[in-house]
């Protein structure tokens, strides 16, 4: 063993340099246990995922926590339908929904908005969507070891099944898109806006003035009848 610093000769349990004071590190060999462990891991996410992009997404969750996924920003729910992520479909539409309510309830003109979401949603999907199928692809192999831990056949077919793509995932996509399509135009054809509510009060006071004014020339014209009635008596009665 030597020093990585000054190259000079270092003896068992030395934790400084005695040429140069470099502080001793020494790499641990990682154990055959974690080893098997880490294939092992490896090997079910490849049963997961399936055939196709095995080495796509390995390659893609070894470089980190976040990476590029082309498919999820141009795809979005199709794409999550396709990796069977329904979850994340009914959290995206669901807050969708809460702002469609408040913009239709708000009255504001939601078409920059939209458009602002929808670029948001892609580009979130684009950056993160490789670590979200990584840790959903976890969780589903987590809760299949617990159903079948004991027979490792059914345990591969399980994730197998649970894992892979589906085209039917994206018509389940596709369906539940028409739906909020529906729903959100339910929310803007039936619930008022305050500023409906403002309108229908400024008609209800304008046609109330209306009322008053046309009120007010009525009786102003009854008062100069009578008025005309008593000068044509009082004259009268003086001739």
């Known amino acids: 063993m030597f020093c990585i610093k000054c190259g000079s000769d270092l003896e068992e349990g030395d934790n ?7 502080k001793v590190t020494v790499k641990s060999e990682p154990s055959v246990e974690n080893i098997t462990q880490e ?4 090997h079910l996410l490849r049963l997961f995922i399936g ?5 796509y997404y390995l390659q893609k969750w070894t470089k980190g926590k976040n990476s590029w996924n082309w498919a999820a920003f141009f ?3 199709l794409w999550l339908g396709y990796r069977k992520m329904y979850k994340y479909i009914f959290l995206f539409l669901g807050i969708f929904l809460i702002i469609d309510l408040a913009v239709s309830i708000l009255g504001i003109d939601d078409t920059v908005l939209n458009n602002v979401i929808g670029i ?7 950056i993160s969507g490789n670590n ?27 994730i197998k099944i649970r894992g892979g793509g589906s085209w039917l995932g994206v018509l389940v996509a596709v369906g539940l898109l028409v739906g909020y399509v529906l729903i959100a135009l339910g929310i803007f054809t039936f619930i008022p806006t305050f500023n409906d509510h403002s309108e229908t009060k400024n008609v209800d006071s304008a046609i109330q003035q209306i009322a008053t004014t046309e009120k007010n020339k009525l009786i102003l014209k009854l008062k100069l009848l009578i008025l005309s009635k008593r000068t044509c008596r009082h004259l009268k009665m003086k001739i």
């Not at 400084?16 to 470099?22: D, L, Q, V």
């Not at 294939?39 to 490896?42: A, D, R, V």
């Not at 948001?120 to 684009?126: F, P, R």
Request: aromatic share 6%; proline share 0%.
């Open 16 to 22: 400084f340099c005695k040429a140069c004071g470099k």
């Open 39 to 42: 294939k092992n891991e490896e």
């Open 120 to 126: 948001a949603v892609a580009v979130t999907l684009g």
């Open 75 to 77: 795809l979005a729910f």
């Open 51 to 55: 055939e196709k992009k095995q080495d």
């Open 132 to 158: 979200l199928y990584r840790q959903h692809a976890l969780k589903k192999i987590r809760e299949s070891m617990e159903m079948n831990n004991n027979d490792n056949d059914i345990l591969q077919e399980e």
